[in-house]
Nanobody, 121 residues
Framework: VQLQASGGGLVQAGGSLRLSCAASGRTFTYPMGWFRQAPGKEREFVAA????????SYVDSVKGRFTISRGNAKNTVYLQMNSLKPEDTAVYYCAADRFTIPTVSDDVDYWGKGTQVTVSS
């Protein structure tokens, strides 16, 4: 299983970005999610979605601003990030779990390489 994340960049506070994560391999039934890690901080859960897209989970700090979704082929996950704040600045990592919605980094089975998101004030 390989996860390829893209879509990071530099944006001003209040702006928007859309991250994408494409999964290869037999992953169409895997729950997937996003984590982030800011400099000097531990990796934290951001959002996750089950395989069908019918159930989602978010960390409180992004509720109402971020939306996670899956593509029709189920092997692509998106993270639409609106009303971005400087504290959202971090490297964002795509994650997949074979069985459950990935909300704990220690339980994640597969990681993608990170994509940098920088929000300027």
């Amino acid at each position: 299983v390989q996860l390829q994340a893209s879509g990071g960049g530099l944006v001003q506070a209040g702006g928007s970005l859309r991250l994408s994560c494409a999964a290869s391999g037999r992953t169409f039934t895997y729950p997937m999610g996003w984590f982030r890690q800011a400099p000097g901080k531990e990796r934290e859960f951001v959002a996750a979605i089950n395989w069908s897209g019918s159930s989602t989970s978010y960390v409180d700090s992004v509720k109402g601003r971020f939306t996670i979704s899956r593509g029709n082929a189920k092997n692509t996950v998106y993270l639409q990030m609106n009303s971005l704040k400087p504290e959202d600045t971090a490297v964002y990592y795509c994650a997949a779990d074979r069985f459950t919605i990935p909300t704990v980094s220690d339980d994640v089975d597969y990681w993608g390489k990170g994509t940098q998101v920088t929000v300027s004030s």
